[in-house]
Nanobody, 115 residues
Framework: QVQFVESGGGLVQAGGSLRLSCAAS????????FGWYRQAPGKQRELVAV???????SYVGSVRGRFTISRDNAKNTVYLQMNSLKPEDTAVYYCNLYPDFKDSWGQGTQVTVSS
């Protein structure tokens, strides 16, 4: 069972940048697809970005062109570079397998964007 530890969140002004990291356990990292997800207050968790085993990526429309997901198979780590942040990006960000596995959710990392 894969476990995840997210880090890198914080408070940033609108227009700023943050880089999130997600350290994953398990021996199947290189052949797995991963997603970054987020949950804003009062809203359901949503998928933000996906990186597949071959490196191809996809994004939800609201972050496309601003966020970049990447992976480092040697470090068992997934990243999310977030630029041009907006107040509506405020949420707890999680990583998980894609499709997500319900027993692998970590604590997440809080991102707060002030206007």
């Amino acid at each position: 069972q894969v476990q995840f530890v997210e880090s890198g969140g914080g408070l940033v002004q609108a227009g700023g940048s943050l880089r999130l990291s997600c350290a994953a356990s398990g021996s199947t990292f290189s052949i797995s697809a991963f997603g970054w997800y987020r949950q804003a207050p009062g809203k359901q968790r949503e998928l933000v970005a996906v990186v597949r085993s071959g490196g191809t990526t996809s994004y939800v429309g609201s972050v496309r062109g601003r966020f970049t997901i990447s992976r480092d198979n040697a470090k068992n780590t997934v990243y999310l570079q977030m630029n041009s942040l907006k107040p509506e990006d405020t949420a707890v960000y999680y990583c998980n397998l894609y499709p997500d596995f319900k027993d692998s959710w970590g604590q997440g990392t809080q991102v707060t964007v002030s206007s």
